[in-house]
């Protein structure tokens, strides 16, 4: 994938969102992309991650194992998904739970390694990215009370 589809793709993207076409391009070249077929395992639940990730196209299963082992599907993510994101904001993140591709997926990979050199070189940029993953982890949070309340 070019630099000029990655920057197209990254528009769609909430925590690029805030990012001026320089700042794009700074990311942009920083991106990795990859491919999962379908059934593939992007990672386990407790597993280190270093990773955090965007769903580009496909559609990936949340699976989290109950006290007795049993694996239950706790959601679905498909395009425009941000996978990951304690990646970026915990020293040692483990895995919450396991991601499964129930088709074949496109993805946006951003590793914390590299997260953190941006940082250093690109402050501002950092910062953006940051502030969109406290937006997204807002909003889920919200639709996690509501559907919480909701059931009471």
């Given amino acids: 994938m070019d630099l000029t589809e990655k920057k197209g793709l990254m528009m769609e993207v909430p925590i690029f969102d805030q ?18 077929g379908k059934g593939e395992v992007l990672f386990k639940e407790g597993s280190l991650g270093n990773t955090l990730y965007y769903l580009i196209s496909g559609k990936m299963e ?4 109950s006290m007795d082992g049993k694996q239950t599907v706790l959601s679905t993510f498909s395009r425009g998904s ?3 994101e304690q990646a970026l904001l915990e020293l040692e993140p483990r895995r919450g739970a396991t991601m499964v591709a129930v088709e074949d997926c496109r993805l946006f990979l951003l590793n914390r390694n590299v997260f953190d050199d941006m940082v250093n070189d690109y402050p501002r940029v950092g910062v953006a990215i940051l502030r969109g993953v406290g937006r997204m982890l807002s909003e889920r949070l919200r639709t996690i009370s509501g559907r919480f309340a909701d059931s009471n």
């Fill in 82 to 84: 941000i996978i990951g």
């Fill in 62 to 65: 949340v699976h989290k194992a």
């Fill in 19 to 36: 990012l001026s076409p320089d700042e794009q391009e700074i990311v942009a070249k920083r991106l990795d992309v990859s491919n999962l």
